[in-house]
């Protein structure tokens, strides 16, 4: 079954490379031009990924990004001519799963692209379901959800694999690089900063629901872990 991907750029020519080069790798394409044509869009049709610009009129990619956060966890690969630090944590924090700067290599992108899918694919296929009780978070692989008292906590894939990682593994500390290599699944060059955006992200929305409650802790230095001596079930 071929997979449906929204491009959403507000520069013709640019749009048109990226649908040629997806067009070429098998994937369905659908377009809007600004944040506005693409939430119409994303309403009236099953989208499994959007590749995003940042810099558009009536509705930007950031602001689109929050409104499709709301309800919806599809992956995004965000684009943008910034290339500053802050620009891409900006990207991030807003909920996208990855980021490229602009001009950008058509065959990188698709690649990026490949590697979403791959991490959908292999999160659909698993054979591990268990669920980890963290006080009162439960964490349900199968499911791929996390609730607080009921409650479900809306995280993005890559947030939820991070959360799984660590919850899996209690106790341990691991590094930035090792977490990107880990869930990204591709080797960590420059990823600190990508990984600390998460994390908040991660910490940011627990706190929302469970107010005081650190569930993952940083280790100076070193990385991020949880503690031992949470729940565990198969």
């Known amino acids: 079954m071929s997979h449906t991907i929204l491009i959403v750029d507000d520069d013709k020519e640019i749009a048109k490379l990226i649908e040629v080069y997806l067009m070429n790798e098998g994937y369905q394409i659908l377009q809007a031009r600004d944040g506005i044509e693409a939430l119409k869009v994303i309403a009236l049709n099953p989208v499994d990924l959007i590749v995003l610009d940042v810099m558009m009129p009536n509705m930007d990619g950031l602001e689109l990004c929050k409104q499709i956060r709301i309800d919806n966890q599809v992956p995004i690969l965000m684009l943008?001519?910034?290339?500053?630090?802050?620009?891409?944590?900006?990207?991030?924090?807003?909920?996208?799963?990855?980021?490229?700067?602009?001009?950008?290599?058509?065959?990188?992108?698709?690649?990026?692209?490949?590697?979403?899918?791959?991490?959908?694919?292999y999160k659909s296929f698993s054979k591990d379901s268990g669920?980890?009780?963290?006080?009162?978070?439960?964490?349900?692989?199968?499911?791929?959800?996390?609730?607080?008292?009921?409650?479900?906590?809306?995280?993005?894939?890559?947030e939820f694999d991070i959360l799984y990682l660590l919850a899996k593994n209690q106790g341990r500390v691991f590094s930035s690089e090792e977490i990107f290599e880990r869930v990204w699944k591709e080797e960590s060059i420059g990823s600190n900063k990508t990984v600390m955006v998460h994390i908040k992200n991660i910490r940011d929305k627990i706190e929302a629901a469970i107010p005081g409650e650190i569930v993952?802790?940083?280790?100076?230095?070193?990385g991020y872990k949880?503690?031992?001596g949470h729940l565990v079930y198969s």
């Open 226 to 228: 949880i503690e031992k």
């Open 131 to 158: 669920i980890i009780q963290i006080h009162t978070l439960e964490i349900d692989k199968q499911s791929h959800q996390v609730t607080a008292g009921g409650k479900e906590i809306k995280l993005t894939s890559i």
């Open 80 to 121: 943008s001519a910034k290339v500053q630090d802050m620009d891409k944590i900006m990207g991030l924090m807003t909920g996208a799963d990855d980021y490229m700067s602009k001009p950008f290599n058509p065959l990188e992108l698709t690649a990026r692209v490949k590697a979403l899918f791959r991490r959908a694919n």
């Open 216 to 222: 993952i802790q940083t280790v100076w230095g070193v």
